[in-house]
């Protein structure tokens, strides 16, 4: 059973760029499909991008061409990289794993996750 750990989120003002992370242990990293969700305050946790075993991705439209999902296999770590970030990208942010390799952006197809963390964007 994969455990995953988010880390890089922090506060910082509309158009700066950050790098999430989300380290996974106690598993075969490659062997899961990855994504990321987030959730902002009085809102339901939403998909933001989505990674299969060998770098295929997926991006909601909301963070299209701005976000980028991306995975290291050898370090079994997964990434999510945020540029020209928005005060509606506020949210907590949290990776996920899934065993069945094809896509999906529903939370309930994610039995593993992370706790999360925080990003705030201020104007």
């Known amino acids: 059973q994969v455990q995953l750990a988010e880390s890089g989120g922090r506060q910082l003002q509309t158009g700066g760029s950050l790098r999430l992370s989300c380290a996974a242990s106690?598993?075969?990293?490659?062997?899961?499909?990855m994504g990321w969700f987030r959730q902002a305050p009085g809102k339901e946790r939403e998909f933001v991008a989505f990674?299969?075993?060998?770098?295929?991705?997926i991006h909601a439209d909301s963070v299209k061409g701005r976000f980028t999902i991306s995975r290291d296999n050898a370090k079994n770590t997964l990434y999510l990289q945020m540029n020209n970030l928005r005060p509606e990208d506020t949210a907590v942010y949290y990776c996920a794993a899934r065993s069945v390799r094809s896509f999906s952006s529903r939370r309930s197809d994610y039995p593993y996750w992370g706790q999360g963390t925080q990003v705030t964007v201020s104007s």
């Open positions: 106690g598993g075969t990293f490659s062997a899961y499909a």
């Open positions: 990674i299969n075993w060998s770098g295929v991705s």
